[in-house]
């Protein structure tokens, strides 16, 4: 099975460290925009998702997930991209994208089944693993930046 990002949702304070490491190491704009507009500037390859609160079973539930590339084994986006701008890496098993091909068609969006894939000045961006910084043996800017030791990257498995 391939990983990419574990996130352990009973860990996240919500504090979106995460996000804003992702998007300084990614180059990507900051979040939130400037008033009095509203919502994220740009794409977010790390999006926390607050879940609550809401009661369940007379207990009340608040939590935070993650939507973030799985890497998957099978991924659906490799095969749709016309420009074969996506990619397996074949050293670390990791989906990337190679930004001077992709034409911003967002084929890829609607094969993936998560809906990951998003676009910024018309190319896709999604979570890379940092994989700059795994192969320096560094973590990726998302876990390094979690005070609540939340997430972990792992590269995927390669069978």
Same mark, same amino acid.
């Given at each position: 099975?391939?990983?990419?990002?574990?996130?352990?949702?009973?860990?996240?304070?919500?504090?979106?460290?995460?996000?804003?490491?992702?998007?300084?190491?990614?180059?990507?704009?900051?979040?939130?925009?400037?008033?009095?507009?509203?919502?994220?500037?740009?794409?977010?390859?790390?999006?926390?998702?607050?879940?609550?609160?809401?009661?369940?079973?007379?207990?009340?539930?608040?939590?935070?997930?993650?939507?973030?590339?799985?890497?998957?084994?099978?991924?659906?986006?490799?095969?749709?991209?016309?420009?074969?701008?996506?990619?397996?890496?074949? $050293?670390?098993?990791?989906?990337?994208?190679?930004?001077? !091909?992709?034409?911003?068609? @967002?084929? %890829?969006?609607? =094969? +993936? *089944?998560?809906?990951?894939?998003?676009?910024?000045?018309?190319?896709? $961006?999604?979570?890379?693993?940092?994989?700059?910084?795994? !192969?320096?043996?560094?973590? @990726?800017? %998302?876990?390094? =930046? +979690? *005070?609540?030791?939340?997430?972990?990257?792992?590269?995927?498995?390669?069978?």
């Amino acid at each position: 099975m391939n990983r990419g990002i574990v996130f352990d949702k009973k860990r996240c304070i919500g504090c979106y460290s995460c996000v804003v490491a992702c998007k300084q190491e990614q180059n990507l704009p900051p979040f939130p925009k400037q008033p009095p507009e509203s919502g994220p500037e740009g794409p977010e390859s790390l999006c926390i998702i607050e879940n609550g609160p809401k009661v369940v079973m007379d207990k009340i539930e608040y939590f935070f997930e993650a939507e973030v590339c799985m890497h998957c084994e099978d991924a659906l986006c490799i095969d749709s991209c016309e420009e074969e701008a996506i990619y397996r890496d074949e $050293v670390s098993g990791a989906v990337l994208v190679d930004q001077k !091909r992709c034409n911003g068609c @967002a084929i %890829c969006l609607a =094969a +993936c *089944p998560y809906d990951i894939p998003q676009f910024y000045n018309n190319k896709m $961006v999604k979570c890379d693993l940092c994989i700059h910084r795994l !192969r320096q043996g560094k973590k @990726a800017a %998302c876990e390094q =930046a +979690c *005070p609540a030791r939340a997430i972990k990257t792992e590269l995927p498995s390669r069978n």
